[in-house]
């Protein structure tokens, strides 16, 4: 046998083996990868467009978003949204300004439906994803009426937030990422 041939032989043998106990095992070899279950598409497939679509069912007002706010949300947000440990979520209702340099959602998110799909999907950081839809207009509810956005009343439901308008709706300047 050639140099070359002892070689091919000896890289060969351990590829055959591999393949022989895979069969063994009843193993279809390579294994790239498990299909996702549709369930488990929809835990992860739940973004909110900033014109509501995706918005699931469901209702809420400030008055029951406050008791949730306080329970889960003021340790570190502040008792009244002002800040604490983490960010300011009230401000005053009015775009910022040098005056008002508030980067608050209040003041500075374009959309309120962007405050459902990030509550929903990220606070509090021990718990994500642990409020209900109806928990989370609540909070989001609160939030708003706590910026002077809405009244203190009002329910939100897929229909009202995405017709909340938020003081700088027309702060921000559209790029066309297709041009
Ligand atoms: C353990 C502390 C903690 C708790 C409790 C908590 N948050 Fe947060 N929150 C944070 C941190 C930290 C950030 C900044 C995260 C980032 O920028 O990625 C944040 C960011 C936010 C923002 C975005 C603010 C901005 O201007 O970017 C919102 C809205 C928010 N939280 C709402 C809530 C609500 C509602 C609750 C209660 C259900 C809650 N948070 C509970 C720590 C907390």
Known sequence: MSMLRRVAAAIVVPVVATVAI????????PRLGTPLSADAIAKWDRTIFADGRGLPPGKGTAKDGRVIYEQKCASCHGEHG????????????TPPS?????????SYWPYATTIFDFVRRSMPPAAPGSLSADETYAVTAYLLAANAIIPEG?????KTLAAVRMPNRDGFIWIDIKK
């Open 22 to 29: 895979a069969e063994d095992a009843g193993v279809k070899a």
């Open 98 to 106: 040098p005056d008002n340099p508030s980067k608050a959602i209040g």
């Open 82 to 93: 002002e800040g604490g440990t983490s960010e300011e979520l009230v401000s005053g209702p």
């Open 154 to 158: 009002a329910k939100m439901d897929a």
